[in-house]
């Protein structure tokens, strides 16, 4: 019978465990050091140098800015004014989940303004932290935008551009001579 040596079973390397754990390390390293980087690379957020306007001058389609204070809060949307009139403003999915705004706090909107109401991209606080809502180019909504629209997307149905469908086709004496399908009997 072999002796028993008490220090080399004692501090026995228990290789499964120690792989583990060898690998678990190491993907923690990973993504703090994927963390750090994905942070250091991320662009910064930038505005459009755009003037701020009154409410009253929204009337065109495209970038704004407009400063002014909340006056009522619907959920992603929320109604600014200034002391010339007030807008719509929709904050899309940054606001879904959590209220960006609170009535009567002072705020600066850069956006889009279509259709109405002002497409948030950025919402600016008293303290000129900014809050980034969305891109300023916005989702397609014009008729001929979207993924059913451009190169290889499937033609329009007939009379989808307003113009009539064009008439069925006559039926000639060749189309009336038809035998019926087989199995059936011509009377």
């Known amino acids: ?14 290789r499964p465990a120690g792989l583990t754990i060898l690998g678990a390390g190491l993907l923690a390293l990973g993504g703090i050091t994927g963390a750090i980087v994905m942070a250091e690379t991320r662009p910064s957020v930038s505005m459009a140098p755009v003037k701020p306007v009154a409410i ?4 065109s389609t495209g970038i704004v800015t407009i400063r002014g204070r909340v006056a ?3 959920g992603n949307k929320f109604v600014m004014e200034d002391g010339t009139g ?14 960006l705004v609170a009535i009567n706090q002072p705020i600066t ?25 969305g891109p ?17 997307a499937p033609p329009p149905p007939p009379g989808a551009d307003g113009k009539a ?5 006559a039926a000639t004496s060749d189309t009336a ?9 011509a009377r």
């Open 177 to 185: 001579a038809v035998s019926p399908p087989v199995g059936v009997q």
């Open 109 to 133: 909107v850069q956006g889009r303004f279509e259709r109405g109401f002002v497409h948030a991209a950025f919402l600016i606080g008293t303290d000129n932290k900014v809050l980034a809502c």
């Open 86 to 99: 007030r807008a719509l403003v929709d904050t899309g999915r940054e606001g879904d989940d959590r209220q």
């Open 56 to 59: 009253r001058s929204l009337s």
């Open 72 to 74: 009522e809060v619907y």
């Open 136 to 152: 300023l180019a916005g989702p397609p909504h014009g008729p001929h935008d979207g993924p059913d629209r451009g190169p290889g």
């Open 1 to 14: 019978m072999p002796a028993y040596d008490e220090h080399r079973s004692r501090f026995r390397f228990n």
């Open 165 to 169: 469908p064009p008439p069925p086709a």
